[in-house]
Nanobody, 119 residues
Framework: QVQLVESGGGLVQPGGSLRLSCAAS????????MGWYRQAPGKQRELVAI???????TYAESVKGRFTISRDNAKNMVYVQMSSLKPEDTAVYYC?????????????WGQGTQVTVSS
């Protein structure tokens, strides 16, 4: 099993910045990729950014150039630095870890942290 705990959400003005952190514990050796997803009211959960165990990254088009995902393997942490925030970024942000044992897929989720971008 994998346990994920997020922190760093809050209220920020448009154009501001936040950094979200996610601490992973448990069977972390089996994680293939980690990432951040978000869900706004009335919308489906969507991918924000993914980073693989090898360090390759994928971003949603809506956040490219503004968000940066990173990992600290020594500390078992994943981060997303969010800059130039827009009201459209307001959502609950969830940390995700994906395992692929025997070609099966298992997703693990944190509790979520609220990000509100408003003046």
């Amino acid at each position: 099993q994998v346990q994920l705990v997020e922190s760093g959400g809050g209220l920020v003005q448009p154009g501001g910045s936040l950094r979200l952190s996610c601490a992973a514990s448990g069977s972390i050796e089996s994680i293939n990729a980690m990432g951040w997803y978000r869900q706004a009211p009335g919308k489906q959960r969507e991918l924000v950014a993914i980073i693989t165990s090898a360090g390759s990254t994928t971003y949603a088009e809506s956040v490219k150039g503004r968000f940066t995902i990173s990992r600290d393997n020594a500390k078992n942490m994943v981060y997303v630095q969010m800059s130039s925030l827009k009201p459209e970024d307001t959502a609950v942000y969830y940390c995700n870890a994906r395992r692929r044992p025997f070609n099966k897929v298992y997703d693990h989720w944190g509790q979520g942290t609220q990000v509100t971008v408003s003046s």
